[in-house]
């Protein structure tokens, strides 16, 4: 649980040396049973990120991505020992009728095509920097609000990653709706994947012979997209520093060999899945992942293989999993 015997606030911990264990570098082994105190304060504080993208992106949903898209928008951060740099946009390849906007115009941006969906933002607060062992660049995403990222859910077969060699086992395969809004650019703004990757390399660079870390944050649809992130900016610079997603509730993403390609990458994720949450439990797959492991330690390998590159719905979650139970802890609202 995101608990603790205390009520009480509890001042952040100097996390030191310790810095990359936090951020996943030994997949969090011995943090997760019971919970460590310094990880449920930092986890709380990457949701809070995504709970201020919800706030920014409710406060003006009408922004279209055409007005100031290249200005971050001011987001409202709990954690003021971080600044805004980017703000970023997911667009839908797909349409609605406009007849649809006719009907009802005050409810305009619920079909637009491209959103506000998140931002880049980086620590330059010298105290928090020494606290945390290193400078932070995080990338928090929002979950879907739009009909039209609700159309892109429902795109729930797998499809191939751009550039992947076909005669490759276990080909690393993503859900095409999350796919489709993470590469589609938009009439005057780029795509999500070349917004935050151009950003991601502009910060490498403006610190490089700093310590960096990059931290993806995202909910539901955002956490799906955090992935895909991850995926791209792991390798997007020659000095990248260490990738790590914190996922809450977020859905399957894509296959056995997509788990295998951003293993590859040493890409971090860490899943925080409430016991009650349905979405933690879609889409669909073959087989559990815990049935899976299984199959494969026993040398079924070659066949799970064929039939991740075969069906269309062989889906497998990425990461370690954290699983909490709103109906326990006194931290979470059930």
Same mark, same amino acid.
């Given at each position: 649980?995101?608990?603790?015997?205390?009520?009480?606030?509890?001042?952040?911990?100097?996390?030191?040396?310790?810095?990359?264990?936090?951020?996943?570098?030994?997949?969090?082994?011995?943090? #997760?049973?019971?919970?460590?105190? !310094? #990880?449920?304060?930092?986890?709380?504080?990457?949701?809070?990120?995504?709970?201020?993208?919800?706030?920014?992106?409710?406060?003006?949903?009408?922004?279209?991505? !055409?007005?100031?898209?290249?200005?971050?928008?001011?987001?409202?951060?709990?954690?003021?020992?971080?600044?805004?740099?980017?703000?970023?946009?997911?667009?839908?390849?797909?349409?609605?009728?406009?007849?649809?906007?006719?009907?009802?115009?005050?409810?305009?941006?619920?079909?637009?095509?491209?959103?506000?969906?998140?931002?880049?933002?980086?620590?330059?607060?010298?105290?928090?920097?020494?606290?945390?062992?290193?400078?932070?660049?995080?990338?928090?995403?929002?979950?879907?609000?739009?009909?039209?990222?609700?159309?892109?859910?429902?795109?729930?077969?797998?499809?191939?990653?751009?550039?992947?060699?076909?005669?490759?086992?276990?080909?690393?395969?993503?859900?095409?709706?999350?796919?489709?809004?993470?590469?589609?650019?938009?009439?005057?703004?780029?795509?999500?994947?070349?917004?935050?990757?151009?950003?991601?390399?502009?910060?490498?660079?403006?610190?490089?012979?700093?310590? #960096?870390?990059?931290?993806?944050?995202?909910?539901?649809?955002?956490?799906?997209?955090?992935?895909?992130?991850?995926?791209?900016?792991?390798?997007?610079?020659?000095?990248?520093?260490?990738?790590?997603?914190?996922?809450?509730?977020?859905?399957?993403?894509?296959?056995?060999?997509?788990? !295998?390609?951003?293993?590859?990458?040493?890409?971090?994720?860490?899943?925080?899945?409430?016991?009650?949450?349905?979405?933690?439990?879609?889409?669909?797959?073959?087989?559990?992942?815990?049935?899976?492991?299984?199959?494969?330690?026993?040398?079924?390998?070659?066949?799970?293989?064929?039939?991740?590159?075969?069906?269309?719905?062989?889906?497998?979650?990425?990461?370690?999993? #954290?699983?909490?139970?709103?109906?326990?802890?006194?931290?979470?609202?059930?």
């Amino acid at each position: 649980m995101l608990s603790s015997k205390s009520m009480e606030y509890s001042p952040r911990n100097n996390l030191g040396s310790r810095w990359k264990e936090y951020h996943g570098c030994k997949d969090w082994l011995g943090l #997760l049973d019971p919970l460590d105190e !310094n #990880l449920r304060r930092e986890l709380v504080r990457y949701g809070e990120f995504i709970q201020a993208a919800y706030h920014c992106f409710h406060s003006d949903p009408a922004t279209s991505a !055409n007005d100031n898209a290249h200005v971050a928008r001011d987001v409202s951060l709990p954690d003021r020992s971080y600044k805004v740099t980017k703000s970023l946009y997911a667009t839908s390849s797909i349409g609605l009728p406009k007849w649809v906007d006719d009907v009802a115009p005050d409810l305009g941006w619920m079909t637009q095509r491209s959103s506000w969906i998140g931002y880049v933002a980086v620590c330059d607060d010298k105290a928090e920097i020494q606290r945390m062992g290193r400078r932070d660049i995080v990338i928090a995403l929002r979950g879907t609000a739009t009909c039209l990222e609700w159309g892109e859910n429902l795109r729930d077969v797998l499809v191939q990653m751009p550039g992947e060699n076909e005669l490759v086992d276990a080909q690393p395969k993503v859900e095409c709706g999350f796919l489709s809004l993470y590469k589609t650019g938009g009439a005057k703004i780029p795509s999500l994947a070349e917004s935050v990757v151009n950003e991601v390399k502009r910060l490498v660079e403006m610190y490089k012979g700093e310590s #960096l870390s990059i931290t993806v944050t995202g909910h539901s649809l955002g956490a799906a997209l955090a992935l895909l992130v991850a995926d791209d900016i792991s390798t997007c610079s020659p000095n990248a520093p260490p990738v790590a997603v914190f996922s809450f509730g977020g859905p399957r993403v894509g296959n056995k060999g997509f788990v !295998n390609r951003l293993e590859s990458k040493n890409v971090k994720v860490l899943r925080i899945v409430n016991k009650q949450d349905v979405i933690t439990k879609v889409p669909g797959m073959f087989v559990s992942e815990a049935i899976d492991k299984k199959l494969r330690d026993t040398g079924a390998s070659g066949v799970l293989n064929l039939l991740d590159n075969s069906m269309p719905w062989a889906y497998s979650h990425v990461g370690t999993e #954290l699983r909490v139970d709103t109906t326990k802890s006194p931290f979470l609202k059930p």
